[in-house]
């Protein structure tokens, strides 16, 4: 029927974080949370630091998954412009410009650092 994994990867080998993905792992963040803030109360300050953490890092690496995923996805068909011909010649940049008046190029120098 349909492809029913929790973990997608594409093509690349990197992980598509789907809703349900991204809602599962801030779901379980949450929940390490809320143990990191009873064993707080319970003063085990190392188990609570470390859920902590734990639980902030998944949270972190979710939400900026889950961004890096819509923004690959929103610009996958879009055509990338060509790269420009920069050169570096006698200590300096020279990047070709199209003048918008005259629709020609003119080379820009800048001092190279």
Do not use: C, Y
Request: zero cysteines; glycine letters at 12%.
């Amino acid at each position: 029927m349909g492809d029913h994994r929790i973990v997608k990867v594409d093509d690349d080998g990197i992980v598509v974080w789907t809703g349900r993905l991204t809602a599962i792992v801030v779901g379980l963040a949450a929940l390490l949370g809320g143990a990191a803030f009873v064993a707080r109360r319970l003063a085990a300050d190392g188990a609570a630091k470390a859920l902590g953490l734990i639980a902030a890092v998944a949270l972190i690496v979710a939400v900026a998954g889950r961004a890096s995923t819509v923004r690959n996805r929103r610009w996958a068909g879009v055509e990338q412009p060509p790269p420009s011909r920069v050169r570096v010649r006698g200590g300096r940049v020279v990047v070709p410009r199209r003048d918008v008046k005259s629709g020609e190029w003119v080379e820009w120098r800048t001092k190279a650092g």
